[in-house]
């Protein structure tokens, strides 16, 4: 099984003709993903073309391609100041996931479609935005992680950085993934580390779960309480920014330190008492990870 997204998972990319759009549409259809619209004001009857002869039509809205082609799951290549719309389109359309790549989006445009979705009942999951998007390795991959450096396998990963999750794949890769999710690193994202550790938990597939975190805020002492509350699997972590001055922001704009407050050290400490495995670096926690999962 996976968590969100499956082969079963029908496509649709919003923003299909932009350049990023078209590339990693042609990536996603590569890897076996089953693009079957893509959405692009004004462009409705054009195509885009993948590899063996695929050829994706373009529609003027989420809802006449999700009415035509039973779309379920939208991947947003929108431009900041667009991207708002977009997911708000998505959600009317009711597709069941929406991605969000985009970066670089205004908080409080997160926030009002975020609240838009809530408001319609939470139809529409979102992941993102800022983020890497989300992978089931063999079956779908909606986003921009490389489908070629793991397998299908029996970790979940969740993780608050892009580059940090294609590491962690590539190190567990004889083992593979069930699920790969880049929640993305802004102050309001639409899923989070425990929205995504009940699911692991839920899936009799999952044996295990990486968490990747970062300094700032506090949403992996949130975790680390869900954790001790609720989840039975053993669950490996890693906090970016151990090395991280005070007051710094690193990267994300969810990053920022404030004293005590959000630092790695304050995290690692939570997750720990949450019975947690912490990595002091990547490859560290790749391998408490590989050592729990050769002792089950």
Request: charge should be negative; include cysteine.
């Amino acid at each position: 099984m996976a968590i969100f997204l499956s082969e079963d998972s029908k496509i649709l990319v919003q923003g299909i003709t932009g350049a990023e759009g078209t590339r990693h549409t042609r990536r996603m259809i590569a890897a076996g993903t089953n693009v079957v619209a893509g959405v692009t004001p004004g462009k409705a009857g054009q195509t885009v073309d993948g590899d063996a002869g695929v050829s994706i039509p373009v529609f003027d809205s989420v809802e006449q391609a999700v009415r035509t082609t039973a779309a379920d799951v939208s991947v947003v290549f929108v431009p900041a100041r667009f991207a708002k719309a977009a997911v708000v389109e998505a959600i009317d359309a009711e597709v069941s996931l929406a991605v969000v790549l985009t970066e670089g989006i205004p908080v409080h445009d997160t926030a009002a479609f975020w609240a838009y979705a809530c408001a319609r009942g939470n139809r529409t999951r979102i992941i993102g935005p800022n983020c890497p998007g989300i992978i089931s390795p063999g079956q779908s991959n909606a986003g921009i992680i490389p489908a070629d450096i793991t397998k299908r396998g029996r970790i979940g990963l969740v993780s608050k950085s892009g580059t940090l999750t294609y590491q962690m794949m590539y190190e567990l890769r004889d083992f593979g993934f069930s699920t790969c999710i880049g929640i993305g690193g802004d102050p309001i994202v639409g899923t989070t580390h425990i929205d995504a550790l009940a699911a692991f938990e839920s899936d009799p597939e999952t044996e295990a779960i990486v968490m990747i975190g970062e300094i700032g805020g506090d949403a992996e002492e949130r975790a680390a309480e869900y954790i001790k509350a609720n989840i039975t699997k053993p669950v490996v972590g890693y906090i970016a920014g151990f090395t991280a001055p005070e007051g710094k922001t690193m990267g994300h704009a969810g990053a920022i330190v404030s004293g005590s407050s959000g630092t790695a050290a304050a995290k690692q400490e939570a997750l720990q008492a949450a019975g947690v495995k912490v990595g002091r670096t990547p490859s560290e926690a790749a391998s408490l990870m590989r050592q729990i999962l050769l002792s089950h």
